[in-house]
């Protein structure tokens, strides 16, 4: 995503760049929410610098305790400080998430872009593998990935690296934005302004960033936002099946898992990484929104309707 | 201003949220059981050696005799978080289904919620006598005039077909014990002599179902209609069965107990979620709900209130650390010395271990005080062996490490020897909230002597696969394990195949056997060998009992606390119990009747 | 385009038989499966496991297991399950209609919810009441389901009550047990999982109707029919939902499979019989007859529901070819 406005501003007179941001600017709740993200990325970032107790300090005769001054999220099943948890739990599902919808966007948009543009036999393998992955369960996928990578033993899968755990679930989830941009691609190729460029010499490298991607971008955001929450939570899915991290390692993911037996007596044990999830995927959605909004030609003259 | 606004509904929507649950929230106090039950102290253990019923005082008034007797009729409703896969006992394979057979099938003998076997279609417990040879011949004197379902009379013909169906190619049953019956004779209708090859100590578990000759041609055992609408001795009969969702059991009008079953009818309906079956016992569109464990005290005391109670029964089992004796790098040695865990091969490693660990801190908090900490392999029933607890005494534990040599020279909080760090890993089956808790605990205790635990939990297929499937159990592959598992009513299979060295599981047996510790010693397995000759209960329990107090010095596995089978009911219903057996809770479900 | 559709289905052929070695294989490789239960319990011989691997035919090698399972399907017969021994397909077409009932209802309660609430939000962009639908929708995606739909059993059957105690609504099942078949019970024991389920997904179709009627409404097209004149609702409905309707074709294209394929937590927390469990529970004892049938009838779904997104494009935008 990051590529089309940076692309822009460079190969662009400045002035665009800098209309951009101002149009960026604007958009009033994209700063606002861009502030909240960074708050987030900050408490998690510094997570020792903000918690009274460690993460995996227990408490057993201090179990469930509800929010206080004290414990300022309450505390969990085993008497651990939730605010502390909670903080520390963003930095592993942080970057799980994002880097996981990173790849997932890309490897969807790359294959819906080519399917969509070239179509004929390009269409064809891309679509087919498309229908492969969708096909295959993952849970049978992951279950032997795991086994075998256990053989294995390879150093870089041990406690402390995430990129595994995000490649997994990123390359278990582009289908559907392949799928999207394929769809928005096949109607978008035989539109005027992509003939016009074509006509006058454009190659398809370039009509595919410059003309194409960016009038995908909507699906892409979206299915961006709404993924992040999905990658997040899967993470702990992958912990279940021996893949992902390890308790007593905190992650929102895992925090939420174990709190269905306690939904009524405990409540803040969900609520709390629940809301941090949702605080950064609707920071996400305006960030969205406000690149969207500061990269369409149109959008100039919308404030004036 | 939008903005503003925007801010403002979020927070309105969390507020919606939170105020949502709150009505019904109700913080869990750490030790529930001495506000609502007073009179059962936590040591001595609130769950008698082989009793059952635990039951909330509030509810259940058990003591008060019923003045009109028995309510008749009505309907209970069951919630089990499974499905069972066949109601035929020959094709069972899991434990819901011996539990929903027991309600169709009787057997000549069972075992009642004390653990005790009892004649149920025999007249009296069999005698056994040994003959010349070797050989032994038990004999079953009959009940009269007992009827199946269909109106057929119950005969000694019913056990040969039984047998038969056992051993037949299709039967999915354990054939251990009928494999050595050379015959079965009927002198008249209700006597039943069965020869055996050899002595059989634990004949008693056997013929714990009947079926009706009858039931189909054993040659298309696996497609006989009668798997899913059985009918034998027992008090039920399937009605209908929809797939996924419920099974519906009648009462069995030729029952032979007179009168009964009260109800008229059984229907076990399928609840996926614990949790919802939960709420649906509290809101009473349940009777019972099957399947529960010692983490589901706290919730089952908040429900007293809305008539709510639950039965247990001790099982023989134990929550236990399982510690390998042989390095996890060589692929299933038969002999540890050859090739010794770098840190558990150490007596005193092991007996740091188990005194770090606080087993009644986690006894008292996380399973809210309502069971007893494991001291022993046999914990309960006709072969108990009671064994000294041992003392939680870190300081005791960390002088035993340092004078094995285990030191934290480089100051990181964790010991070392020779090289070796004092780090290990501890794996159990994911998604268990419980274990995975126990585990957490683990960790911060051992973490205190200087011992480092790293969780590396898998999925319960992966950790119990078999030998061909490349099993990290089975191949050794592990430092740590935390499970449960302990001997059934008789012990004498389950401490053969875990403890005795010939149960090791190498490449030569085919990974059969369940030593996992690789653990050896000759005076086990020389105590095992000789019990499986005899059938005087006296003896075998001394031998037995010798057995667990070894295996206490040895330590190839640490118990951590006593296992229960738990079941929720709803007080209206009375005559509830769960036996250890595989029964479970529908043992004496004949006697079960709803108070108006 | 017969032609197309021709060489489409000859692809499908190749990518089903591909898809069906894939899986095969991988139920194969996972460890556990049938035998574990049995093997755990010392009771149990070796001559016992013996027996029992011979009858599960497991004793063959993985390709001589896929052959006879192939050749088998392609005489029509998916075999029986391994736990309850009873036909694949039969298990299956036991639950269909559970699973056709609550996706299907899903379905339209989503699209219902979804298309007029996003182009509102669309044509309101950054209002009030847009941002309070992008703030409901996003909380729905980020919390897990099972939160969801126990918070909806705790309101509307725990906590509100008919007049005579009863619970507003059942908490799980889809009927009351113990009577005979009513469609006024029937519906009232979908208005939870329905709901749950239409809430979760009528969040994120929203915002896909959202983001593409935003798109489209600022396109030349629409500004020339609007400078044309027509009348607002006429441009809307003839010249931009048509093509913002894209997006939504593909997304309901990759959930048709799921109108078989059922929806597992939803089916697990309201106690739902449908394919969704079933496929959980023969996963959860590796019972490949059942596993295969439903696997490979969803993936012929995935195929075909794909191919007839490309057809129904062509439907929306006659400039869309095929080739």
């Known amino acids: 995503m990051a590529e089309t406005p940076l692309a822009i501003a460079v190969e662009q007179k400045e002035s665009l760049f800098r209309r951009f941001v101002y149009q ?3 958009h009033g709740m994209a700063v606002f929410w861009s502030m909240i993200l960074l708050g987030i990325i900050v408490l998690v970032a510094g997570a020792p610098l903000f918690q009274r107790y460690s993460p995996t300090d227990q408490d057993l005769y201090n179990r469930f305790q509800p929010p206080s001054a004290e414990h300022w999220m309450g505390t969990d099943d085993l008497g651990r400080d939730m605010w502390s948890r909670t903080i520390n739990g963003g930095r592993i599902s942080l970057v799980v998430g994002l880097l996981a919808m990173s790849i997932a966007i890309g490897i969807g948009t790359l294959v819906g872009l080519l399917s969509g543009f070239f179509g004929g036999w390009v269409d064809a393998v891309l679509m087919r593998l498309t229908e492969i992955f969708q096909s295959v369960p993952r849970l049978f996928l992951l279950l032997v990935l795991t086994t075998f990578l256990r053989q294995l033993d390879l150093p870089w899968l041990r406690p402390g690296t995430f990129w595994p755990i995000a490649a997994v679930i990123g390359g278990l989830s582009w289908m559907g934005v392949a799928r999207l941009v394929r769809g928005n691609t096949m109607e978008l190729r035989d539109q005027e302004f992509v003939l016009a460029a074509r006509m006058i010499g454009v190659g398809n490298l370039r009509i595919l960033l410059r003309h194409i991607l960016p009038n995908v971008a909507s699906p892409i955001i979206v299915t961006a936002t709404l993924g992040l929450a999905g990658a997040i939570i899967t993470e702990s899915g992958l912990s279940y099946l021996g893949f992902g991290v390890q308790l007593p390692t905190p992650t929102w993911g895992n925090m939420l898992s174990a709190t269905q037996k306690y939904l009524t007596s405990a409540p803040w044990m969900a609520i709390f990484p629940g809301m941090m999830i949702f605080l950064v995927v609707i920071a996400i959605n305006y960030l969205g929104d406000g690149l969207r909004d500061a990269l369409d030609p149109y959008h100039v003259e919308k404030g004036e309707k | 201003m939008k903005t503003l606004k925007t801010i403002l509904f979020t927070m ?73 896969t066949t109601l035929n006992p020959i094709l069972a394979a899991s434990s819901i289904d011996d539990a929903l057979t027991s309600l169709v099938f009787e057997g000549l003998v069972e075992i009642d919620e004390n653990g005790n076997f009892v004649p149920v279609l025999a007249a009296a417990l069999p005698i056994a006598e040994e003959t010349d040879d070797g050989g032994m011949i038990v004999t079953y004197q009959l009940l009269p005039d007992v009827k199946f379902a269909n ?26 014990g009928y494999s050595q019956i050379v015959g079965i004779e009927c002198p008249d209708a209700l006597t039943v002599v069965v020869t055996y090859e050899e002595v059989y100590a634990p004949y008693l578990r056997l013929f714990s179902y009947i079926l009706p000759t009858g039931a189909g041609d054993l040659a298309t055992l696996d497609t006989w209609a009668f798997n899913r609408q059985p009918y034998g001795a027992g008090p039920w009969m399937v009605e209908s069965w929809t797939a996924g969702d419920n099974i519906v059991f009648v009462k069995n009008a030729n029952y032979h107990e007179a009168g009964k079953p009260y109800l008229d009818s059984v229907i076990v309906k399928i609840i996926p979620s614990r949790e919802v079956g939960m709420t649906m016992i509290g809101n009473g569109e349940i ?19 809305q008539g709510v109670a639950y039965a247990g029964a001790v099982t023989g089992e134990n929550e236990l650390l399982l510690l390998n004796f042989a390095d996890p790098a060589v692929d299933g040695p038969a002999d540890p010395a050859a090739a010794p865990h770098p840190i558990l091969y150490d007596l005193a490693v092991r007996q740091a271990l188990q005194m770090a660990i606080d087993k009644q801190l986690i006894v008292d908090t996380l399973l809210y005080g309502n069971v007893r900490v494991g001291t022993t392999v046999l914990p309960a029933g006709t072969f108990a062996c009671p064994q000294e607890p041992s003392t939680y005494d870190l300081a005791g534990a960390i002088a035993l490490l340092e004078g094995a040599g285990w030191v934290d020279a480089d100051n990181d909080g964790i010991r070392e020897k020779d090289g070796v760090r004092l780090s290990m890993t501890i794996a159990t089956t994911s998604g268990n909230l419980l274990r995975e808790q126990t585990e957490q605990v683990l960790v911060e205790m051992l973490r205190q002597a200087g011992i480092e635990l790293v969780i590396e939990n898998v999925p319960s297929d992966t950790l119990f696969a078999s030998w061909d499937e490349n099993g990290m159990r089975k191949h050794g592959d592990f430092d740590i394990l935390l499970y449960t598992t302990g001997p059934g009513p008789d012990p004498d299979s389950h401490l053969f195949s875990n403890y005795h060295s010939a149960s090791i599981p190498t490449a030569d047996n085919e990974g ?3 030593n996992y510790s690789r653990y050896i010693n000759a005076d086990v397995d020389a105590w095992l060998d000789d019990a499986y000759g005899l059938t005087d209960v006296d003896a075998r329990r001394e031998l037995y009992c010798n057995v667990a107090a070894q295996i206490n010095q040895d330590l190839p596995r640490i118990y951590l606390y006593e296992r229960l089978l738990l079941s929720g009911y709803r007080v209206e219903l009375q005559n509830f119990l769960v036996s250890p057996g595989a ?14 | 385009m017969t032609q197309y559709i021709l060489r489409r289905a000859l692809q499908a052929i190749l990518t089903l038989l591909v898809i069906s070695v894939l899986i095969f294989g991988l139920i194969s490789s996972v460890p556990g499966g049938i035998m574990s239960a049995y093997s755990e319990n010392p009771d149990f011989t070796q001559e016992d496991l013996a027996r029992l691997r011979e009858k599960y035919g497991l004793n063959d090698p993985v390709p001589v297991r896929y052959a006879k399972w192939l050749l088998n399907v392609l005489q029509g ?45 669309a044509l309101k962009q950054y209002t009030f009441f847009d941002h309070l639908l992008t703030t409901v929708a996003l909380a729905g995606q980020s919390l897990p389901t099972f939160w969801f739909g126990l918070l909806l059993i ?9 007049p005579d105690g009863k619970p507003l609504l059942p908490s799980a099942g889809m009927m009351t047990l113990g009577q005979p078949f009513n469609l006024l019970d029937r519906l009232r024991h979908l208005i939870l999982p329905v709901s749950m389920l239409a809430v979760i997904s009528a969040a994120s179709y929203m915002r896909y109707m959202r983001s593409s009627m935003l798109d489209v409404i600022h396109k030349d097209y629409v500004r020339t029919a609007r400078g044309k004149g027509l009348p607002e609702k006429m441009v809307i409905s003839r010249h931009a939902l048509r093509n913002a309707l894209i997006p939504i074709v593909t997304l309901l294209g990759l959930d048709l499979p799921n109108l078989f394929g059922g929806a597992l937590f939803t089916e697990t927390i309201f106690a739902w019989p449908g394919i969704g469990r079933l496929f959980f529970d023969s996963a959860m004892k590796t019972d490949y007859p059942v596993l295969m049938a439903v696997l490979m009838v969803y993936s012929f779904l995935i195929v075909a529901s794909n191919l007839l997104v490309d057809l129904v494009y062509t439907v929306l935008d006659p400039r869309i070819t095929l080739d």
């Open chain 2, 12 to 84: 309105l929507i969390l507020a919606m949220l939170l105020a949502a649950c709150q009505p019904a929230a109700e913080a869990p106090t750490t030790e529930p059981i001495e506000a609502t039950e007073p009179a059962a102290p936590t040591n001595p253990p609130a769950v008698q050696p082989t009793n059952t019923a635990v039951v909330a005082p509030t509810a259940a008034p058990t003591t008060e005799p019923p003045q009109t007797g028995p309510a008749t009729g009505g309907t209970v409703i069951v919630g089990t978080p499974q499905e069972p």
């Open chain 2, 151 to 176: 109106g057929n009379a119950f005969t000694c013909a019913d056990v040969q077909y039984t047998f038969d169906a056992i051993m037949s190619e299709l039967s999915q049953a354990s054939t251990s």
């Open chain 2, 512 to 514: 059969s056997g369940s």
């Open chain 2, 287 to 305: 009777h019972v709900l099957w399947d529960l464990t010692e983490a589901d005290f706290v919730a089952l005391d908040a429900m007293s209130a």
């Open chain 2, 583 to 596: 029964m479970d809770f529908t043992w004496g479900s004949q006697n079960w009747w709803l108070k108006p």
């Open chain 1, 24 to 26: 960026f600017l604007k």
């Open chain 3, 77 to 121: 017969d998916w075999g029986n399950s391994f736990t309850s021994k009873r036909p694949a397909l039969q298990e299956i077409s036991d639950r269909l209609p559970n699973t056709l009932l609550l996706m299907g209802s899903m379905f339209l309660v989503t699209l219902a919810i979804a298309i007029p609430l996003g182009i509102y939000s």
């Open chain 3, 154 to 162: 705790i309101i509307f059957s725990v906590l509100l009550k008919t």
